[in-house]
């Protein structure tokens, strides 16, 4: 079975229909640490559009940071560049949902390599910055010295998380990112399987990014999570 046959196969665990049509990028997500904070709601409400509403779980708001390195992105029926496809990425983003679709929106989009950083912004529409990025397989280093944006993190790598809580799969599960370009809100829908995620010990913890009125710096997240990744396919954005 091909790549692509085997991510369309596995579509049990979506919470909602995969999308009509074809897709039209291929990428894979790797290596991925994800660290989640609650915070007011008041931070993330001023930065997300008013047509989107903000998905709280038990009543509680949160924001993730999550770092991983992008590898093998191409349009279909091109082959993947590696000096463009591959970079280290940095989101941060908050979660919402329209008409009972739940996404993610992106407050922050940051990647290492200033030539990925121009065309995704221009092909996405994403506001995607340069940063300079460092990783191995247990660090992640990244400076914005644009916004004075940084975050260092040391961390072990521990077993497979086999009993995923509800939250768990909340803040991981998304199948849809919201963005708001030209003063229209636009879906971009995207499938994968499901996130195979691990348990992590975090070592070492510094960062700095701003949310609005909120400082993100000096707290330790609420939950943390890491994934070997997911092979992902995306569809064409559409207005809502």
């Given at each position: 079975m091909s790549i692509i046959k085997e991510i369309l196969t596995h579509t049990a665990h979506r919470p909602f229909n995969l999308p009509s049509g074809q897709w039209k990028y291929y990428q894979e997500w790797?290596?991925?640490v994800f660290l989640h904070w609650q915070i007011p709601i008041e931070a993330v409400r001023e930065l997300v559009p008013p047509e989107l509403d903000i998905d709280c779980y038990n009543?509680?708001?949160?924001?993730s940071l999550v770092g991983f390195t992008m590898q093998n992105i191409r349009p279909r029926y091109l082959p993947s560049v590696s000096f463009i496809s591959d970079f280290n990425e940095i989101n941060l983003r908050t979660y919402v949902v329209y008409n009972g679709k739940p996404g993610v929106y992106f407050l922050n989009i940051e990647a290492a390599k200033s030539i990925s950083v121009f065309i995704a912004k221009h092909l996405?529409?994403?506001p995607y910055e340069k940063a300079v990025m460092a990783r191995t397989e247990t660090t992640f280093t990244s400076r914005n010295n644009k916004k004075g944006f940084y975050f260092d993190a040391s961390f072990d790598i521990k077993e497979m998380l086999l009993n995923k809580t509800a939250?768990?799969?909340w803040l991981t599960e998304r199948y849809c990112l919201y963005l708001k370009q030209d003063g229209k809100v636009f879906c971009y829908d995207?499938?994968?399987?499901?996130w195979p995620l691990r348990t992590i010990n975090v070592n070492l913890l510094s960062l700095n990014y701003r949310?609005?009125?909120f400082k993100l710096s000096g707290q330790l997240p609420d939950l943390v999570h890491y994934s070997n990744g997911v092979k992902v396919l995306s569809w064409q954005k559409k207005a809502i």
């Open positions: 790797n290596n991925a009543g509680s708001c949160y924001v996405s529409g994403l939250l768990d799969k995207i499938h994968h399987q499901e949310i609005g009125s």
